[in-house]
């Protein structure tokens, strides 16, 4: 009998016991909730999950030009749940994301949370990452904008900093299934910060996150964008799926309409939410571990988020990052007054979930 990939699905897999254990260990974990999710939404099956990755990386053949250096189940498996199951997609997926490190090698140089230039990004605030998830189990991640230092950041260490911080985040098969929320406070961001994004940079961020990376965003949120941001947004727009651009909302100054989204308890108060003020040091910690310090240099390379123990309070405000740039959005909870469909079109969310 030929090997799983060619049979077909209908057919028993229950004699394969061990196939079974792998789609089993695959699975492992997973909340029975976030299972039938990935089911109903992701048409995931664990009747032939083993053979739905087998017969993507039977494709992998079909593209020598590109290296594929990972091609285990558990890695593939995040593909296949980025594209919703369907194989030549997930393939797609797949081969950008290797092409994607072909073409930029110097970005994934010394890609590990302890390489200067992402170090900083990431004591910096780039990206910021709340504990909690959202109410449908995905995890919120932060871009304070104005805290960009040109003289201290590059804009591509900014991206690596985010790519490495979905690296560390995508090896939880929750998120794979439930994915992320990106929100992004342009509070007192400057029009002489705006200039510097210019089309080349932002396409190499969008050809990063939206073509080559696997994971589900359910929803990118500009809060409090002055004009020049609006001017970007329609630079950026040819490069954008219309699936991306359904998942782009432009809020202004109006959280109601974020909180129609994303409920007051999950967001810091910089959004109008019931949380504390988000610390900047936070996810840096979690990266570079319970040593860090955001003064001196570090030489820690691990960064698995997963196993890393939470700091003390005290470390925590000795850590902190000092002279951050605060939201311009920050109320009291309860204080949001509703505003009528239409009353100011600048404020509502410009595009909706599809």
């Known amino acids: 009998m030929g090997p799983i990939s060619l049979l077909p699905k209908y057919q028993k897999l229950n004699t394969w016991n061990g196939d079974l254990a ?19 939404e992701l048409n995931e099956n664990p009747d032939v999950l083993h053979q739905d990755i087998q017969q993507v990386r039977d494709m992998i ?12 189940d558990a890695f593939i498996l995040r593909f296949l749940r980025a594209r919703k199951f369907h194989q030549a997609d997930a393939f797609r997926l797949l081969a950008q994301y290797f092409q994607y490190r072909q073409l930029n ?7 590990k949370a302890d390489d200067p230039g992402i170090k900083r990004a990431l004591i910096d605030g ?4 709340l504990e909690n998830r959202d109410h449908y189990g995905r995890k919120i991640l932060l871009l304070f904008a104005a805290n960009w230092d040109q003289s201290r950041n590059s804009f591509t260490d900014i991206l690596r ?64 964008q002055p004009w020049y941001i609006h001017a970007l947004y329609t ?23 974020l909180h129609q989204l994303i409920h007051p308890e999950f967001l810091p108060s910089e959004f109008g939410g019931t949380l504390p003020p988000y610390d900047m040091g936070t996810w840096a910690r979690t990266l570079l571990g319970p040593d860090y310090s955001d003064e001196n240099d570090y030489t820690h390379t691990s960064y698995n988020a997963m196993h890393v123990k939470h700091t003390s309070s005290n470390l925590e405000r000795e850590c902190s990052p000092k002279l951050m740039k605060r939201s311009q959005s920050v109320v009291e909870a ?13 404020t509502q969310p410009l595009l909706a979930l599809d």
């Open 22 to 40: 792998k789609m089993t260990h695959l699975q492992a974990g997973l909340s029975p909730e976030t299972i039938e999710k990935a089911r109903l």
């Open 61 to 72: 053949i079909t593209r020598p030009d590109i290296g594929f250096l990972r091609t285990d």
């Open 105 to 111: 090698l110097d970005m994934f140089k010394n890609f």
């Open 126 to 129: 780039f990206p910021g990452v």
């Open 161 to 224: 900093a985010i790519l490495l911080s979905l690296e560390v985040l995508i090896e939880d098969p929750e998120l794979q299934i439930n994915g992320f929320i990106l929100i992004i406070d342009w509070s007192n961001f400057s029009f002489k910060q705006a200039s510097k994004l210019t089309p080349s940079i932002l396409k190499l961020a969008i050809e990063g996150l939206q073509d080559s990376f696997p994971a589900r965003f359910g929803g990118v949120h500009f809060v409090n």
């Open 235 to 257: 630079l950026i727009k040819p490069f954008l799926k219309d699936k991306t651009r359904k998942r782009i909302f432009l809020h202004g100054n109006n959280l109601n309409s």
């Open 334 to 346: 309860g204080t949001l007054k509703h505003e009528e469909k239409g009353e100011n079109e600048n």
